[in-house]
C-alpha cells in the first residue's frame, strides 16, 4: 500500500480539464489516481504531475466491469478513497434531432450520464465502509445543464440528467458524511473548443467567435471545494469565460 494522503480518483485525466485538475490536485497535495481510456495520454498527465503519488489506470466509464477494476486498485493501493472527480464526457455531432443515430445518442448518454453513475455506485461502497467515513464526489456538469446549444440535444440531455443525479447524490451521500456538488463549465480552452475561434453556431442561427478560458482555472476551483471539509459543501459552481454567451444565450 502507498504512502497515507488524501486520495482522488480523476476520470477523463488524459487531457483537458481532467489533466489540468489531475495536475492542480497532485500539487496540492493529494494523491491522485487517474482515469482514461488511452494509457499514452494517462502517462503524459502523470508526467505532469510532480508532487504526490499518481497512478494510471486505463478505465472506460461506459463499462461497469473497468470501472468496478478501477475502484478495485484504487482500493488496493491506498485503502481509501477521499474525492471522486466524475468528469469523463463526450459530445455527439451537431445535427438536427431526426438525423441523430442510436449509436450517438448511446455513446454520450452511456459515457456523461451512465458512466458517471457507474463510477458514483463503487465510489459510495467505499465511501460508507472507510473509516474514517465520507468523502466528496463531484460532477462535472455543463452550461448546457442549464441552457443548451442548438443540435446538442444528446450532451445537453445528459447534462440535465447529471445535475438531477448530482442532487441524489448529496441527498443519498448526507447520512455518510459524503458530500457532492458540481461544477458547471462553460468553455474551457482544449481541442473541443478550438472551433470557438473560427465561430460558433448561435441560437439565431448566426455563427459567432467566442472567448475560451484556461483549464487551470477549473483545477483551482476543484481544488477549493475538495478541500472543504465534509461537513460544508459547494452543491453547484459556475464557472465561465467572462465574455461568452451564456447570460442571455438564445
Known amino acids: ?46 508526467a505532469l504531475c510532480t508532487g504526490n503519488e499518481v497512478l494510471a489506470i486505463p478505465t472506460d466509464v461506459k463499462d461497469p466491469l473497468s470501472v468496478k477494476n478501477l475502484f478495485a486498485q484504487a482500493l ?48 459510495f461502497r467505499i465511501m460508507k465502509s472507510q473509516d474514517p467515513m465520507g468523502g466528496r464526489i463531484i460532477n462535472n456538469g455543463s452550461l448546457s445543464a442549464h441552457v443548451p446549444r442548438p443540435f446538442s440535444a444528446p450532451y445537453s440531455a445528459s447534462k440535465h440528467a447529471v445535475t438531477g443525479l448530482t442532487k441524489s447524490t448529496s441527498l443519498d451521500g448526507r447520512a455518510y458524511s459524503i458530500a457532492c456538488g458540481q461544477i458547471d463549465i462553460g468553455n474551457s480552452k482544449s481541442e473541443m473548443t478550438k472551433k470557438m475561434e473560427k465561430g460558433t453556431l448561435q441560437a439565431d442561427g448566426s455563427y459567432k467567435t467566442e472567448p475560451t478560458m484556461s483549464p487551470e482555472d477549473i483545477g483551482r476551483s476543484i481544488v477549493y471545494m475538495a478541500g472543504l471539509p465534509l461537513n460544508t459543501n459547494v452543491p453547484f459552481l459556475t464557472i465561465m469565460a467572462n465574455e461568452m454567451p451564456y447570460i442571455g444565450r438564445g
Do not use: H
Not at 1 to 21: D, E, H, W
Open 76 to 123: 488496493k493501493a491506498y485503502g481509501r478513497l477521499d474525492l471522486l472527480f466524475n468528469n469523463a464526457g463526450v459530445s455527439a455531432p451537431e445535427k438536427p434531432m431526426e438525423e441523430l443515430t442510436i449509436e450517438e445518442w448511446k455513446n454520450v448518454i452511456d459515457t456523461n450520464l451512465n458512466g458517471v453513475f457507474y463510477c458514483t455506485r463503487e465510489a
Open 1 to 46: 500500500m502507498l504512502r497515507k494522503s488524501k486520495v482522488a480518483i480523476v476520470t477523463g485525466a488524459g487531457s483537458g480539464i481532467g489533466r489540468a485538475v489531475a495536475k492542480a490536485l497532485n500539487e496540492d497535495g493529494w494523491n491522485v489516481i487517474l482515469a482514461g481510456r488511452r494509457q499514452k495520454s494517462l502517462d503524459e498527465t502523470a
